[in-house]
C-alpha cells in the first residue's frame, strides 16, 4: 500500500462523490472527463489539465482546455490507436513512481505517442477500457456499415422521425465472435471516480491531479477485481491467509501481545529442559481431540505438513495453538504436585524428628528403667509402683513408636510413588515440549516459506519470531506495496493481453475488409474493361456511320448496353453478391424510390441520375466533407447550448448530415415557435388531436383522401397501413383545429410528410405551425392563396432583376414560368427537386425562413439558364421547365449559387415586393370573385336547383 | 386502349402537320384527372396518384390521319382554393377536359359548374369534354350515364366515361378532343386571355390564325 502520507493529499478531485456517469440523452453515457496531457517541449514538457471528450461518431477523443471550452485543441483518432501502460523514464522514475502509475499511451498510427495521466490508476483502468470498447464497437460498425457513405456509420443517438429511425443493422461479423468473448473474459471491472463523466464538468479541475488518491472504493474495486479474476487459480491461498487472521489474531499484533507470547515462549522452554526424562502413566490431560496425531512420531508429521499444500496449514496451526493450552495446564498442574512433594519430605522429615526424639525418650527411660529395678530392691514399694507406671509409660510409647514407623514407611512409600508421578509427569511434558519445539520450528519454517513464496504476511513468523518482531511493521507494509504492485502488474498485464487480442481481431477485419475490396475492385475494373471495350466499338461505328438503319453492329451493342444497364440491379449472380458493388439501392436513406418501378423510359434516366448522385457523393467524400466540420462542431458544442450564429448558419447552408437531422430540425423548428409554444397550455397537441379525432371537421374529408396520395413514393407512406400515414393525418388533423382559417389545404400534407421523416408527431406539428404562422405571409394557404400568387410576382421581379437575361427570354416565348414555381414555394420544393437537395435546401429554410426559397428557385434557374436560353420555343421550355429541376444533382454548386452569387439579397426588397403586389393581386381577385359572383347568381336564376356542396363552400 | 398506337406515335411520320393545343383538365379533387394524364400519356395507373399542387404540365402527340397533334396538357389541382389559380391556366386553352367521379355525385355538381365557369371565362371556342372517371367501378356508381350524356348534350360537350385504371376509354377521349379540334390552327394566339405562344412549326398555320375565332 503507498504511503498513508498520500491520503492526505486527496484534494478537490475526491470530493463530490455524485453519480458516476449521467446518461447523455437515451443513450450512454457520455465518456469524458479530466486527464492530463504530457505535451510541451524542453524545460516546458509536463503534464497540463485537459478536459476530454470522446465522440462515438467518429470515435475521436477531443481535449479541450475546460468543460466549457468551445474549439477542441486537438483530437486523438482512436479508431487507429493502440494503448498501453506508461513505462516511467529511469530517470524520472523514483520521483514519479507514484504518478506514472496511472499514466498510460495512446499510439496513433502515425507513429505518435500521447501520454495522458488519469488521476487515479482507477480511472486510468476505466478510461481504457472505455476507449478500448469505443474502438471495439466503432470498427466493428464500419464493418457492418458496408462502406456505404450514404449510410451514417455510426446509429444516431437521436432517433426521432420516420427515416432517422432507419439506421443499417449493425450486425457484428460473426468472425469475432471468440475475439469478442475473449474481450469479456479479460475485462476488468471498474467503476470512474467523480473526475469521469458529465458530471466531472462542473467540479473545478483537479489542482494537483499527480496525488495519488487511493480511496477505500478504490481499493475495495482492486479487491473486487483479484476476487473475481482470481476465483479459480490462488484463490485457496487467499482463503488460508483469511483463516489464518482469524484464528490467529495476530496479523497485526500489539506490543503486549508480542511480549506475552514471548514469556510464554521462554517459559515453555524452560519447562520442557527441566521434565525430560519422565515415564508416563495415567496422564490427566485430555488428547482426544486428535488422538491418532499425537501418537504418530514427530519426524512423520512434520514431513506429512511439509509435503501437504501449504492450503493445509491451517490444522497444523489449530494444533499448536492447541498444545499451548495443554502445556501451560500441564505445568500448572506440575507445579502443585511438587508443591505437594514439597509439603509431603518436610512431613517426612518432622516425623522423623519425632521418630528420634521417641527413641531418645525410649532409651533414656530405659536406662530410668534399669535404675529404678536397682533401686526397686532398694526402694521403696511406690518406687516399684512409678517404674511400673514408667513401664507402661515405655510400652505405649513402643506402640507408638512401632505406630509411627509404620506411619512413617507407608509417608515414605507415598514419597516414592509422587516422586514417580513427578518422574513420569516431566516425561510427559519434556515429550510434550519437544513436540511444541517441533512444532514451532515447523510453524515457522512453514510461515518462512510463505512469505518466501508468496510475498506473504510475515506476521505469523514475526509473532513467533521475537527477533523479528520489531521489523514486522515495516515488513507489513513492504508486503502490501508488493501485493499492490502485483495486483498493478496484473491488471496491466490482463489489459496489455486484450489489446493485443484486440488489435490483432481489428487487423484480421482489416485484412478481410482489404481482400474483399480487392476483390471488389477487380469485379469493377473487369466490368470497366468491359464497357469500356464496348463504347469504343460504338465510337467506331459512330465514326464510320453505316447506312443501313437495319442490322449494325454499333445498334447491337446499344441494344445488349441497354439491357444490361436495365438489369443490373435486378438480377444479380448470388456468387457475387457479396463483392457487388451496390452503387443504388431500391430506396434512398429518405425512403425515396430510387428509380420508379413502371416506367421503362423513365428508368433509365433515374438510373442515371441515381448513379451520377452516387458519383458525386463519392467524390466528395474524399474531400474534406461537410460532416467533418459538423463534427467539429457538435464538438465544439458539446458543452454549450447550440446558439443562431453565423457559423451554424453556414454549416446549415452545406447541408445537416443525415443522422443529425432530426436534432437540427428539432431545434430549429422549437427556435421559432418558442413563443407560440410557451403561450400553449400543456398537453395542447394532445388535446387538439383528441378533439380531432373526436369529431369531423370541413377539412377531415378532403385530409383523408389525399393521405395515400401523399408521397407514394416513399416507402413511409406508401401503404394505408404504413406508419407514416397515421401520423400524416394526425398532424394534419390537429392542425385543422388549430388554424381554421386555413384548415387543411392541399399541399400541406407534402410538408407534415416531409416533416415526418425527422420529426416526432407533435415536433412535425409544430413544424407546420412554422412554415405556415411564423414563416409564410397571410393567406399564403388560405382560400384564395393569396400570399402564394403574390409570391409569383415578387419572384417575377426578382427574376428579372437576378437574371434579366433569362427572364427576357422567357418573354420572349411568353412563358409563365410561374406556372411551375407556384409548386416550389407552395410545398417548398416537395417533389421537384431529388431528395438529397430537397432536405439541403429544408435544412436552411428552417433556420433561416421564406427567404431561402427564393434563393433556391433563382439558383435553380441560374444552375440551367445557360440550357433554357437555348432552348427556342414555349412548349420546350414548358416541359424542359417541368423536369430540369430533378436533374439537378450538384447540391454544393447549387448552394453556392443560392448562397453566393444571388448576394445581395435583402429581405426588406422581399417584403416591399410583397405589399406592393398584394395589393394587386387582391384587387385582381376581387375582380375575378365579382365576375363569378355575377355568373353564378345569373345561373341561379336562370334554371336548376344548385346541388354543389364544396368542402370550401361549407366552411364560408 | 383503341389506338394506343396512333396515340403515342414517338417517330416522326410522315404527317405533314404538326398542331399543337392546350388542354386543360379541371374538376373536383381525387376524381382521377391526373390519372386519366397518366394514362394518357405515359399508359400507366398509380394506385395512389399523387395529390396535384397548382398544375402539372406534361405533353403527348396524337396522330390522326396526316396531321400530328400535341397536347399541351395542364392538369390542375382540384381542391376548391385552387380554384383562383384556375384562370391562369385554362386561359389560352383551346380544349378542356372537366372530369368526374361516377360514383360521387358532388363531383358532378362540381363538373357543372366548371364547364359554366369554362363557357363564361375561357377562350369562346374551347373545346370541353366531359369526362366519367372511374367507370370500372359501376357497382358504386352514383352518377346515370344518361344523366350525364343529357348534361353533355345540352350544353354541347363531348362525353365519355372513362376509366385511368383499365384505360377505357382514355386515349379515345383524347382522340375525340383532337379529332374536334381546328387542326388547320394548332397556334392559337386568339384566346380570350391571349396567352399565345411564339413557336412556330408549321409556317402555313400561321395562316389560318383567325378562323379558330370565327368558329
Redesign the interface.
Known sequence: MPAAGSEGEEGPAGAGGGPVAEQAGSGTPKLCGYLQKLSGKGPLRGFRSRWFVFDPRRCYLYYFKGPQEALPLGHLDIASACFSYHQPEAGAAAAAAGDEAAAFEVHSPNGAVTVLKAATRQDMTYWLQELQQKRWEYCNNLDAAKRDSRTSPTPSDFSKGLVAKDNPDLSILSQNASAERARNILAVETSPTDLVGEQAASQPAPIQPSAINFSLKQWSTEIKNSMSSLRKGNNENRKSIFYTTEEWELLDPTPKDLEDSMALEEKRKHLAEGSKGLASSAFPFDFGRIPHKTRRPLKDMIGSSKNRNSSDSSPTEWYSGNGNKLVSELQLKYQSQQEELEKLKKDLLSQKELVRLLQQTVRSSQYDKYFASRLCEGVPKDKLELLHQKDDQILGLNNQLEKLNLEKDSLQQEVKNLKCKVGELNERLGMLMETIQAKDEVIMKLSRQLSECEDNTSSQGGAVNSSVATCTNKELQELDRLKDNLQGYKTQNKFLNKEILELSALRRNAEAREREWQAKYTSLEAKLCQIESKYLILLQEMKTPVCSEEQSPAREVITQLLEDALKAETSEQPEQAFFKPHLVSEYDIYGFQTVPEDDDEEKLVAKSRALDLRSLSLSENREISTGVKWENYFASTMNREMMRCVELKNLIRSGIPHEHRSKMWKWCVNLHVKKFKDSTVPGYFQTLLQNALEKQNPASKQIELDLLRTLPNNKHYSSPTSEGIQKLRNVLLAFSWRNPDIGYCQGLNRLVAIALLYLEQEDAFWCLVTIVEVFMPRDYYTKTLLGSQVDQRVFKDLMSEKLPRLHSHFEQYKVDYTLITFNWFLVIFVDSVVSDILFKIWDSFLYEGPKVIFRFALALFKYKEEEILKLQDSMSIFKYLRYFTRTILDARKLTGIAFGDLNPFPLRQIRNRRTYHLEKVRLELTELEAIREDFLRERDTCVEKRDLISDDEEDS | MTSRGAARPNGQSQASKIC?FKLVLLG???VGKSSLVLRFV?G?F?E????????????QSVCLDDTTV?F?I?DT??????H??A???YRGAQAAIVVYDITN??TF??A??WV??LQ??ASPSIVIALAGNKADLASKRMVEYEEAQAYADDNSLLFMETSAKTAMNVNDLFLAIAKKLPKSEPQSTSGAAG?????D?HEQSQQNKSQCCSN
Not at chain 2, 395512389?48 to 405533353?59: D, M, P, V, W
Not at chain 2, 396567352?195 to 413557336?199: D, E, I, L, M, N
Open positions: 399543337q373536383e379533387s381525387a405515359k400507366q398509380h395512389y396518384q399523387e395529390s396535384t399542387i397548382g398544375a402539372a404540365f406534361l405533353t400535341k399541351e395542364w389541382a382540384g381542391q376548391e382554393r385552387y383562383s389559380l384562370p391562369m391556366y355525385q358532388e355538381a362540381r357543372k359548374t359554366k365557369e363564361r371565362q396567352r399565345s405562344r411564339g413557336v412549326l
